[in-house]
């Protein structure tokens, strides 16, 4: 019997080991989506165009869902499923990104809505006092929960759900990233199963265009809230971003296939090393001016050269235990915000400074807007970041415990059930 050629432009699984400096880079991208977000309640002064983190993850994306659908294919000569076949693989997408994000989700709105909100304490330059017992306020974070239907259908901050200051609940910010992930993400891994030769030819096309389209229409920070005709701003990012990703994983092929000398090697850790160092500068104390696209290209560089797995730096990071930091990423993505609005009450409640008078009132909702006009020190940084990593890391051993403790009680059940047929 004769085996099938394998497609050109695919990578056979078996010389797919996993890359755990992938997850370093996830949890430092997040890491830096989190101090962005507590700099919006103080003048800023360290990350300005910190939102660039986001173009981190939609790249990922697209990279993956072409790996994906590459490995499905490889066996097919026709380099495509059928339309059954790749809607079934665009769903497995859907389910598996589900399943990780929901159940956390949940755990975060709850904190985020009922938990948070009964913990922080009252302002008393601009927020009268609580009167109400702790009771009561319970039950009425109880009915603010039922009430977030935008915070479950994960679209806060996206045209098709909005959620203001003056709600009654506490929108998770990121959320409008998830929702461009999962649609947008549906999409391409259809799209990726049914037709892959041509996504793979379309795909730099898509990227520049959209890219393209996005920098001529864009005045402010290049974010969901950005109208571009009859899109917003968060769809042009997922759709050409994704297509980047997909255009960046036939790069990887191609090095991927190579047999690198070191002379080639020491070539490709400078560059990496180029990279970092341009991103940092972009980023970092850096004008509002400087637009996303502009960083783009390095953020392409690290991913590339991350899966490649061939530069020195790369296999310093690439450590099983990298793991653990791209699982607590998750939680802190979703939690950051909601603690940085108890963090910040806390720190001014603490501290009674003048400056605290000039705080908008909603501070302790979604945030946004206004100037800010104290200063965040490195040991506000310094306190923030492991409070925020020591939450997660509890939402994630929560999680973990629900988890086996649901799957014992079904495997008990399982037990009765056969022993009661016996």
């Not at 601009?126 to 915070?151: H, I, K, Y």
């Not at 994704?242 to 790069?251: D, E, F, H, K």
């Not at 890391?393 to 009680?409: E, N, T, Y």
Request: a positive charge; one cysteine or more; aromatic letters at 14%.
């Amino acid at each position: 019997m004769t085996q099938q050629a394998k497609p050109s432009g695919t990578i056979s699984s078996e010389k797919r080991p996993r890359v755990y400096s992938v997850e370093f880079w996830r949890f430092a991208f997040t890491i830096l989506v989190t101090l962005y977000h507590l700099e919006i309640f103080f003048q800023r002064k360290i990350m300005p165009s910190g939102t660039t983190a986001v173009e981190f993850f939609f790249i990922l994306a697209g990279f993956t869902i072409a790996m994906s659908a590459a490995r499905k294919i490889e066996n097919i000569e026709t380099r495509q499923m059928s339309t059954r076949d790749a809607h079934r693989h665009a769903l497995e997408f859907m389910k598996k990104k589900l399943s990780v994000i929901y159940p956390m989700l949940a755990v975060t709105l709850i904190l985020a809505i009922v938990v948070l909100p009964l913990v922080t304490p009252p302002i008393p330059m601009f927020q009268p006092p609580v009167t109400d017992g702790l009771w009561t306020r319970f039950l009425q974070r109880l009915g603010a929960l039922a009430n977030s239907e935008w915070e479950w259908l994960a679209m806060v901050g996206t045209p098709m759900g909005f959620n203001n200051a003056t709600s009654d609940s506490a929108p998770i910010v990121p959320l409008w990233f998830l929702t461009q992930l999962f649609i947008v993400g549906y999409m391409f891994s259809f799209l990726m199963s049914r037709k892959y030769d041509l996504m793979m030819f379309a795909a730099p096309l898509i990227a520049v265009l959209g890219y393209t389209f996005f920098v001529l229409n864009s005045e402010n920070i290049l974010d969901f809230y950005v109208k571009m005709g009859v899109f917003n701003a968060g769809t042009v990012r997922a759709i050409s971003e994704m297509a980047m990703g997909v255009s960046l994983y036939q790069l990887y092929t191609y090095l991927s296939g190579r047999n690198w000398k070191l002379l080639g090697k020491i070539l490709l850790q400078l560059l990496e090393i180029y990279a970092i160092y341009r991103f940092c500068v972009l980023t970092f104390f850096a004008d509002l001016s400087i637009d996303n696209f502009r960083r783009i290209p390095y953020i392409l560089i690290i991913i590339l050269l991350s899966f490649a797995n061939l530069t020195f730096l790369t296999k310093l990071l690439n450590r099983k235990f990298m793991e653990i930091l791209g699982k607590i990423s998750l939680p802190i993505f979703l939690i950051h915000f909601p603690l940085a609005t108890l963090y910040v009450s806390v720190l001014f409640a603490v501290r009674r400074s003048p400056e605290a008078r000039n705080l908008p009132q909603f501070i302790l909702g979604a945030g946004g807007g206004g100037i800010r006009n104290s200063q965040l020190s490195v040991g506000d940084l310094l306190l923030y970041l492991p409070f925020v990593i020591i939450v997660s890391i509890l939402m994630l051993c929560l999680h973990w415990g629900v988890r086996k403790l649901c799957a014992r009680i079904c495997n008990r059940n399982a037990e009765i059930g056969d022993q009661m047929q016996e």
